[in-house]
């Protein structure tokens, strides 16, 4: 394809994405479909020739759009959201258009220095203390798995990278966390039995007595505590875990504590919703992801950390065809992670901060707390309706209890309701498991959800409550 | 910023990009900075109130552009290409658009679809065996991780996840295998100590007679072959190891052969070049990049695997929020590697291949492995410049050597060259180590690199040679 036909195809794909983001709400959240659909569609094998770009874009309308879950749809209230913005998209063009592979600073001088900054203003836009310094990750996944490997080496006197590890590690972290956790600490090697859950109180908060009994156990029984794992924000239902007490008890023990904000730290760039960071100064390492609610595209995962040499000991390798004459003038961040490249993901952000400014971040995470709040209220205003969790911030968890139901016709009861909700096709909610009790889940965070959606949803489940 | 304000910037970068493909010769492939340069023009903090796109868009190109390595540039020579096409940022830019998180079939289901039957392609492309079923990873470093992590897995029959690792697990590579495979055995907590490298022959490639009795070592110690990593095409030298002694060996002792053919991988399209993959039906993991050289943006790194449910099954995580119910039916591609959340990449490999076709796609392998041929005329042209490694497929090994100097000084004559023939701006080629030899790599790739650019790049090197 040269040039002038990228020109053409570009100018006709810019106008169709403007289509798409005026008229995202036409399509349904999430397409009914059966596994295989598309599938069916796509040829068993690759063209011999190369075909034109009004076949493909067609093919693009016609075979992968009917298969998109829309997470930029404003009746989106599932999972979490993973918002983009107009700035973030127009960033990302870019990005692939330069196609710059910034692994090292050498590689990319631009993007390994704005990189810099740009963690620099999250980190100081959400409160967190001067001296730490920040990455971008691709996941909060891979952030935390970081924060396992660190802490292991830290513990062990960086032994572990050389020899192995020990099955004597353990790390702690609440019941509700989440399953990247137990991921992260199978692939370091600390092996699943060694990841201790710590019940959590009527909040879905972490119980700081239990985790303390747990350390003390396990230190007279010979094994080694490495890292406790804190979540501000569980997935589940916004759990907070208190960082204070959490943060003394891993002082006192010499314990890494790794913070898990990966949803919820975007709320703390609102200083009068930043109680939950109390502690978080205790932090050796903390991530939250502006892919998710920070209007930003998917990957670009904020990781921060107060020891950087310790980040970069865990995993600097020094082959002879990546020395640079500079190397100890600069900060190359293929040493502060997995990967090896990376994507210039710096830009984004900074396309972002800049066209929406401190304070219409600030508008974005209030006005979402607020249509959370009139959510609940009308969840309240229904005594069919049981919520099951404390509303925190942007996540509400309830269920249809009229009474007198057993438990598990309510599991059941509820399934039906969320796929009636979800059937709508103008809203999407998922559920999750609160103590063993089935709980919808109504998470706010897309960019244009408004009113009218939190309205709909609510019309929709009062409706087929009442089937 | 609004739809239509969206639109119109969409276009003015649209008109930026293609100007930028027209133009990129003429930036210099790699700026002249010190670092500091950059980070010196951005703001300390973030602005309070949005800034208008004009602002940041000039600020881009005055600010971030004097700072950019054109991976993108003709006269790109160093390290690996990271060839990016027009189709493939026409995708990356409907994959921004949309938005959406591909972690789980539920989450996208034309991307699951799509990815499933791209990933059939590319391994028919290549010439695996039509078992093998793949997923997209970011990296190869990631991809070759997954592969370190299942093998351990299987070794112990599941009981690392659970249990820790033992230390007595061993994975073997070639002594010009990637770093990537240190990172990761370190990561997956084998110990660096278990990493064994075999030697290599006069073409860089592992010599598998030391391989069996470095196993068979290892054996009598009471130590367990895990993992060995086969490369096709070594970083510094594109050496390739012989699969089919490897392959037989690791058959013959039941050892996880991991193949990483991230840059060369490409080549095999090429049905005449195909030979090195030889004995490749033997790996129970294969990883290429088609993210370095085959015209689609970073990042895209294809791992195929022979037994996919022991690839999940060492990922796995089931928690509650994430469950539906059609997982049984479908593939959820976040149990396929490290990462929960998951880019929607597939769109631009189904681009790319439709634009280009399978015809395009070997025409462009072709072409690059005929320049570097034509360059490595052009050095045996000139006896002062001397070969240090078989060239094969587009990368050339070389020095300056007119007789006579030391070692040491060759060393350092061959890096002065090299950096006066960098600051030309008009080319940009790296170094390596080969055996304890200073040696100037030029690796072909890039989408327009053409013959002005290789007699331009011997031009610079005669010229200097000369100095």
Chains 1, 2 share one sequence.
């Not at 700035?87 to 600073?105: D, K, N, R, Y």
Request: negative net charge.
């Amino acid at each position: 394809m040269d040039n002038e036909t990228f020109r053409r195809y570009g100018h006709e794909f810019v106008d169709w994405l403007a289509d798409y983001f005026e008229n995202v709400e036409k399509y349904p959240v999430k397409p009914g479909l059966t596994p295989g659909d598309i599938l069916s569609k796509i040829p068993l094998s690759p063209p011999k020739t190369g075909e034109d770009m009004d076949h493909i874009f067609k093919d693009f309308k016609e075979v992968i759009m009917p298969g998109i879950t829309h997470w930029q749809h404003p009746g989106w209230f599932a999972y979490f959201p993973a918002n983009n913005s107009p700035p973030s998209v127009l960033a990302e063009m870019l990005t692939a258009g330069l196609g710059a592979q910034c692994m090292i600073w050498q590689t990319s001088p631009a993007a390994a220095e704005l990189e810099e900054r740009m963690m620099e203003w999250l980190r100081d836009m959400i409160g967190l203390p001067s001296g730490m310094a920040g990455v971008i990750q691709d996941t909060a996944s891979t952030a935390t798995l970081c924060a396992l490997l660190t802490a292991r080496e830290v513990k062990t006197d960086f032994r572990t990278n050389e020899e192995g590890n020990s099955g004597d590690l353990r790390v702690y972290a609440s019941a509700e966390t989440h399953s990247s956790i137990e991921k992260g600490v199978k692939i370091a090697g600390y092996g699943k039995e060694n990841l201790v859950y710590i019940d959590t109180d009527e909040n879905f908060a972490m119980i700081p007595s239990l985790l303390e009994e747990a350390i003390d156990i396990d230190i007279k029984n010979g094994k080694i505590p490495a890292c406790v794992v804190g979540t501000l924000g569980t997935t589940s239902s916004m759990g907070m875990d208190p960082l204070e007490e959490i943060g003394s008890i891993c002082q006192k023990y010499n314990i890494w504590l790794h913070v898990d904000a990966a949803y919820a730290g975007t709320a703390a760039l609102v200083t009068e919703f930043r109680g939950f960071m109390k502690g978080a100064e205790m932090a050796d390492s903390f991530v939250f992801n502006p892919h998710k609610w920070m209007l930003t595209n998917f990957d670009c995962s904020a990781y921060f950390v107060k020891d950087a040499a310790a980040l970069i000991r865990t995993f600097e390798i020094h082959p002879e065809y990546l020395k640079t004459t500079t190397d100890h003038k600069v900060k190359n961040y293929r040493d502060w992670g997995i990967q090896l490249g990376r994507r210039f993901r710096a830009l984004k952000l900074w396309f972002v901060i800049r066209s929406y400014g401190l304070e219409g971040l600030q508008q974005m995470v209030k006005n979402h707390v607020n249509l959370t709040r009139q959510f609940r209220e009308l969840l309240e205003s229904d005594t069919r309706l049981e919520i099951l969790a404390p509303v925190q911030l942007t996540l509400v968890c309830f269920r249809y209890n009229p009474g007198g139901m057993a438990e598990e016709t309510l599991s059941e009861v509820n399934r039906k309701l969320l796929e009636k909700v979800n059937a709508s096709g103008e809203v999407f909610l998922t559920h999750t498991s609160l103590k063993g009790r089935y709980a919808i889940r109504l998470s706010v965070g897309q960019r244009n959800t408004g009113i009218g959606q939190i309205n709909k949803a609510w019309e929709l489940i009062s409706q087929h409550a009442g089937d």
